[in-house]
Nanobody
Framework: VQLQASGGGLVQSGGSLRLSCVAS???????????FNWLRQASGGQRDLVAL???????HYDDSVKGRFAISRDKDKNTVYLQMNNLKPEDTAVYYC?????????????WGQGTLVTVSS
C-alpha cells in the first residue's frame, strides 16, 4: 500500500485547509487496512496523533483539535480527508497520513510523505 498526502499550505489564523491522503495498491492490501490516521510533527517536536478513522467509521481526535478538525473517508476513492477549520498558529506542522494494516497476525503501519501546514498569526 502506498499513501500520497496533499493539501498543505500557508493559511492565516482562523482559516481552513483540507488535507487528502490517497491509498493505492491491490484491493486485497487496501482491504486489510483497519484504520487511517493523521499525525503531525512540529519543528523540533515529536510526531503526534491528530485524528484517526476506523473502517467502521469510528473516529478519534486529539483534544487539541476536537471541534475544529474532522476526519472522513471516501471508500470509493480510497481517500481519507482531514478538514481543518479555525486553524491556529500552533497547528503549524508537517502532517502525515498513515494506515494500520493487519494481514493475519501481522500488523504493519504504512506511511505517506508529509505535507506542510503553516498557520500565520
Amino acid at each position: 500500500v502506498q499513501l500520497q498526502a496533499s493539501g498543505g499550505g500557508l493559511v492565516q489564523s482562523g482559516g481552513s485547509l483540507r488535507l487528502s491522503c490517497v491509498a493505492s495498491g491491490s484491493a486485497s492490501d487496501i482491504s486489510n487496512i483497519y484504520s487511517f490516521n493523521w499525525l503531525r510533527q512540529a519543528s523540533g517536536g515529536q510526531r503526534d496523533l491528530v485524528a484517526l478513522i476506523y473502517t467502521d467509521g469510528t473516529t478519534h481526535y486529539d483534544d487539541s483539535v476536537k471541534g475544529r478538525f474532522a476526519i472522513s473517508r471516501d471508500k470509493d476513492k480510497n481517500t481519507v480527508y482531514l478538514q481543518m477549520n479555525n486553524l491556529k498558529p500552533e497547528d503549524t506542522a508537517v502532517y502525515y497520513c498513515s494506515a494500520n494494516q493487519r494481514i493475519g497476525s501481522q500488523y504493519t503501519v504504512r506511511w505517506g510523505q508529509g505535507t506542510l501546514v503553516t498557520v500565520s498569526s
